[in-house]
Structures are given as structure tokens and as C-alpha cells.
């Protein structure tokens, strides 16, 4: 073999350890202490998240984990979101008819009718069981961590994402860099299973879905304002709904106390 | 195979029965019955180098599809002599590796095949191709494709 190869061979190596290890969690936990994150810092080696973790501790309860695969700030917002549907059936109802309702949205901004229409079905279907109460806690739970299941609600997700992002192009262009259009980075970034989330998918979802949501970040570094905590839409009135942790590169739910 | 996975499948295979675009073939008794591998016909259209030969594409979809991409390549006595096409029938076309997203089908990659084909100007495999095939692997999904110029 070739270096090139080797090297190739290498990444690939190392790829597929970090998939396994990644594996080894569950898609969507089930929700634990807050406590844990604590426990994930050394007071005397990383003083400022074991701080931080400790201050965060007197707000939030508990922590959801979900899987680090690229889908997480996904994921994290969509499992968010289907929690407040499950103790409202109000708001269940309103986000079924959001969700029908980008069918058409998503066909008239030209995506693909076929797969677009199979992709909004499915989904529908799905969540349509959850307003009706016609499945229960446990299989969604069992749905949302199985893969196959579970990549047909994530990809309506980032349908609608990227959807939202096509629909106001004029505001959200201006911020892709490296000469690509607005249509390459949506279907290279949002529209591709297993791509992170950048300010533009954050935004895209939040405003697709209707639900704010507040990120609270372990390293003020990361933050766009360079505060604590940044909730999305920047103007909204009330604290949101949905609350993430974000640590460098992935997401968490987590819940106020 | 998962029964997500089917489900679609047999969703896009009734499609592609039951109102196929010109140029494309489906062999009614082509999936075998797990739906793993098809083969699909792809006719080279009018007033192109390829007009009137037929070829053969074979799909090979994984627990995953559509999520991630189906391994495509073409396969058969003939394969067609094309800039992107190597001799062992591969294919070097970006929405089968990195541009690959879940809202393209089987259709979708066999139009966009034929384009491929239409656009040719001269009928050669790509000009590493003695090496290439000599040294790729049987997948070509693990092929670390470099994409020159997607107008050819």
C-alpha cells in the first residue's frame, strides 16, 4: 500500500472506533441528575466547567443525554419538543398542523415531490399517534432509539430546517461563506444525515418548529454573545420551553428543577 | 434489512413499475426477494454518443438506505465508455459519495446517470483507469472519489 493509502486506511480505522464508541450509547437516555455533569469534571484539573457544572446544578434537575452522531442538536430540540406535546395536547395539535402544513410548504420550494411527500408521511403518520395517544411513553422512547425509525423523524427535522432557511433566503444567504449557494449548504449541510448544526440549522429549526429554545454553554468562549446562555430567537419575552447544554461540538436536554 | 428500510423500497420499486421515466428499465423480476440488490436497465438517449445501447446499473442498499447512499456501479458485458465511468464499472459521481442525501431515489440517480452519459463528449474511461482498477477496492462506496469537473 501506498502512504496515501495507509493514511486512508488509518482515518478509516479511526472513523469507525469513534462510530463504535459512539454506539455504545443510546440514541435518546433516559433522563438522569443533573448531578452527572458534574461528575464529568475534575474540580482541580478543569476548574471552570466543574464550576460551572456546580452553578448550572441550582437551575437544572436533570440531564438527557443523546448520542453524539451529528444529529444530536436535532434530536435534542425534536425529543424536546415531543415531551411538551406529551403533557399538552393543545400544543400537540398546534405542531401537528405546523407539520402538515410543511408539506406543501417544502413541495412549493421545489425539494423533490416523491421522496419530500414519503419523508412528511412517514413523520406524520407517526406524531399523529402521539396526539391521538394512541402509542405510549415506552414506544416512543422504543421509537426514538431505533435507528431506522428514528432517521425518518430526524430527516423531516432537517427538512423543514432547511426548508425554513430556502423560505427566507434573502436573510440567511449573506452568511454562507466559501461562494457555495444557499441551496448547496442546505443540501450538503442540512439536508445530509449526521452533519452538525451551525448557527443556521439552530435558527432554521427553531423558526421551522415555532419552539424557542435556551442554550446554556459550559465555556462562555462558545457563546455567540459572549454570555452564559443564548436563547433563540435573541428577542424572545419568555425563558423557552426547551433548554440544551451545549459542550464543545454536542448537545444535551436538560430540565429546569 | 430494516422495515423502514423496505417499506421505502417497495415503495420506490412500485413507482418505478408501475410509470418508469424513458430511458429507464426495471426488470420486473430484478430485486431479489430481501430487496438487497437490484438491476436496472439505462438506455442512452437521442441524439447522444450512447444513443439506443442499453447497460446495466446494479444498486446494492444498505440496513441504512435512504439515509445513506446505495452502492451503484454499472455491471454487465458492456459498460459505457465515459469520462466518469471506469472499466470495472464504477462510477465517479458525487451524490453517490459526499452529495449523496436522503431526499434522491433510485430514480433520481438513474436520471442523473443519464445525464451523465448525455453530456459526454467522447466515449473514454477516465485516464487513470488502468491504475484505478487495478488497485480500488470491490466497493466502490470505499473509493475516495476526486471530482474534476461535474460538466463532463
Known amino acids: 500500500m501506498t502512504d496515501a493509502e495507509n493514511e486512508i486506511e488509518l482515518q478509516d480505522q479511526q472513523f469507525k472506533q469513534i462510530e463504535n464508541e459512539q454506539k455504545m450509547f443510546p440514541l435518546v437516555a433516559d433522563r438522569l441528575p443533573f448531578d452527572l455533569v458534574i461528575l464529568d469534571y475534575d474540580a482541580e484539573t478543569s476548574p471552570d466547567y466543574y ?3 456546580k452553578e448550572l446544578a441550582n437551575t437544572y434537575g436533570e440531564i438527557r443525554q443523546i448520542r453524539g452522531d451529528g444529529n444530536c442538536f436535532y434530536r435534542a430540540v425534536f425529543v424536546g419538543i415531543l415531551e411538551v406535546c ?8 398546534q405542531f401537528l398542523e405546523t407539520c ?3 408539506n406543501d410548504r417544502l413541495l412549493k420550494l421545489g425539494f423533490p415531490d416523491w421522496t419530500t411527500n414519503d419523508f412528511c408521511e412517514v413523520f406524520t403518520d407517526w406524531f399523529k399517534k402521539v396526539v391521538n395517544k394512541e402509542t405510549t411513553s415506552e414506544k416512543i422512547f422504543d421509537d426514538l432509539n431505533d435507528d431506522s425509525q428514528s432517521n425518518y423523524l430526524i430527516i423531516f427535522m432537517r427538512l423543514i430546517t432547511s426548508g425554513y432557511l430556502k423560505e427566507h433566503s434573502e436573510d440567511y444567504a449573506p452568511f454562507i461563506d466559501d461562494g457555495r449557494s444557499l441551496a448547496d449548504y442546505c443540501s450538503t449541510e442540512i439536508e445530509a444525515m449526521w452533519k452538525d448544526a451551525d448557527h443556521l440549522g439552530i435558527s432554521g429549526l427553531v423558526l421551522a418548529t415555532g419552539y424557542n429554545i435556551r442554550i446554556e454553554y459550559m465555556d462562555r468562549t462558545a457563546a455567540p454573545n459572549g454570555g ?18 451545549y459542550r464543545p461540538g454536542h448537545y444535551d436536554i436538560i430540565y429546569h428543577k | 434489512m430494516s422495515d423502514a428500510s423496505r417499506r421505502r423500497l417497495l415503495k420506490e420499486l412500485n413507482q418505478l413499475q408501475t410509470e418508469s421515466p424513458p430511458g429507464i428499465i426495471i426488470d420486473k423480476n430484478s430485486p431479489d426477494s430481501d430487496l438487497k440488490q437490484w438491476r436496472i436497465g439505462v438506455v442512452g438517449a437521442k441524439g447522444t454518443l450512447y444513443e439506443g445501447e442499453v447497460f446495466t ?6 440496513s441504512q438506505y435512504p439515509f445513506s447512499s446505495p452502492e451503484v456501479m454499472f455491471v454487465g458485458d458492456t459498460i459505457p465508455a465515459h469520462p466518469h465511468i471506469y472499466s470495472n464499472g ?3 459521481l458525487s451524490i453517490l459519495a459526499d452529495d449523496w442525501t436522503p431526499a434522491l ?13 448525455s453530456s459526454a463528449r467522447e466515449k473514454k474511461h477516465p485516464m487513470d483507469d488502468a491504475i484505478y482498477v487495478r488497485t480500488c477496492s470491490k466497493n466502490p462506496s470505499k473509493t475516495r472519489w476526486w471530482f474534476h469537473d461535474d460538466k463532463v
Not at chain 1, 406529551?86 to 395539535?93: P, V
Not at chain 1, 443564548?230 to 440544551?244: G, K, M, Q, R, W
Not at chain 2, 446499473?57 to 444498505?62: A, I, S, V
Request: net charge negative; hydrophobic share 40%.
Open chain 2, 57 to 62: 446499473l446494479q444498486f446494492t442498499f444498505g
Open chain 2, 105 to 117: 431515489s433510485v430514480q433520481s440517480v438513474c436520471l442523473s446517470i443519464l445525464s451523465m452519459l
Open chain 1, 51 to 53: 464550576n460551572k457544572a
Open chain 1, 100 to 102: 402538515l402544513g410543511w
Open chain 2, 90 to 92: 464504477h462510477i465517479c
Open chain 1, 86 to 93: 406529551m403533557k399538552n395536547e393543545e400544543k400537540a395539535k
Open chain 1, 228 to 245: 452564559w446562555h443564548y436563547d433563540i430567537p435573541a428577542d424572545c419575552n419568555e425563558t423557552p420551553e426547551i433548554s440544551l447544554l
